[in-house]
C-alpha cells in the first residue's frame, strides 16, 4: 500500500522556521522523484519545489527561493522541506508528491500524493 504521511506543520510566527517531512512506504523512493505543493485558501494549486530522482537537483518557485530547501533521504525514505523566513503569504495546506517522471509534477499530476499539512504563518 502506497503511502506519503506529511508531519511538521503548524502555526508559526512571521519570519519563523518549520521543517516538513514526507515519509513514503510502498515504494522505492529513490526512483520517484518527488515534489511539494502548496494550497493557499482561495488559490490555485502550486508546486514550491521538487527534487529529482537521479541526481538530486533542485528547483523552487520563485517567491520561495532562499528561504525553502528541499532535500532527500533516502535510507530514510524521507523528503523534507525546510521553510525559514515564512511570511503570511506562505500559508496553506502543503503536500508531497511522487512520481516516476518528473514532468509529472510539473503538470501537478502525480502518481502519489500526500494527505497534507497545515501551516500558518500568523502573528
Known amino acids: 500500500q502506497v503511502q506519503l504521511v506529511e508531519s511538521g506543520g503548524g502555526l508559526v510566527q512571521p519570519g519563523g522556521s518549520l521543517r516538513l517531512s514526507c515519509v513514503v512506504s510502498?515504494?522505492?523512493?529513490?526512483?520517484?522523484?518527488v515534489g511539494w505543493f502548496r494550497q493557499a485558501p482561495g488559490k490555485e494549486l502550486k508546486e514550491v519545489s521538487c527534487i529529482s530522482r537521479s541526481d538530486g537537483s533542485t528547483r523552487y518557485w520563485d517567491s520561495v527561493k532562499g528561504r525553502f530547501t528541499i532535500s532527500r533521504d533516502n535510507a530514510k525514505n524521507t523528503v523534507y522541506l525546510h521553510l525559514n523566513s515564512l511570511k503570511p503569504e506562505d500559508t496553506g495546506v502543503y503536500y508531497c508528491?511522487?512520481?516516476?517522471?518528473?514532468?509529472?509534477?510539473?503538470?501537478?499530476?502525480?502518481?502519489?500524493w500526500g494527505q497534507g499539512a497545515q501551516v500558518t504563518v500568523s502573528s
Open positions: 508528491a511522487a512520481d516516476p517522471v518528473e514532468a509529472a509534477l510539473v503538470n501537478a499530476d502525480p502518481a502519489y
Open positions: 510502498g515504494f522505492t523512493l529513490d526512483y520517484y522523484a
